[in-house]
């Protein structure tokens, strides 16, 4: 790590930024609709087979915000609504020509303002 403390290439400089820091994550059991754990959710709302709410516990700024997933399966895009409260989505095997599934192990997270 000489040389690179007090530089713009430093990693410390960035740690907690705002822009930089995750706004929403989760990890959950899709078929049980349990939380296993996660920032800022407070609940996770089944709207039938592989179609998922997830309920934030504050408010994002916006609807400007990025969804990136842990798994294969998510499919972000696919029968997708972002409000600033919540975000919800269906998994589906294959992309959006595949049959919608529950999985037991879904995650995702958020970026944005």
């Not at 430093?10 to 995750?22: E, F, L, N």
């Not at 990025?66 to 499919?75: E, F, I, Q």
Request: net charge negative; aromatic share 10%.
């Amino acid at each position: 790590m000489i040389g690179i403390i007090g530089t713009s290439h430093s990693k410390s400089k960035v740690i907690g930024r705002s822009q930089d820091t995750a706004k929403v994550w989760v990890h959950f059991n899709g078929p049980a609709e349990n939380i296993d754990d996660s920032y800022n959710v407070g609940s996770i709302t089944d709207l039938g087979v592989g179609s998922f709410q997830v309920n934030f516990l504050n408010n994002l700024a916006n609807i400007d915000y990025a969804v990136v997933s842990g798994d294969y399966y998510w499919g972000i895009g696919i029968d997708s609504t972002f409000t600033v409260s919540s975000v919800k989505t269906t998994r589906r095997t294959n992309g959006s020509g595949g049959s919608a599934i529950d999985t037991p192990h879904t995650s995702l997270i958020i970026f944005g303002s």
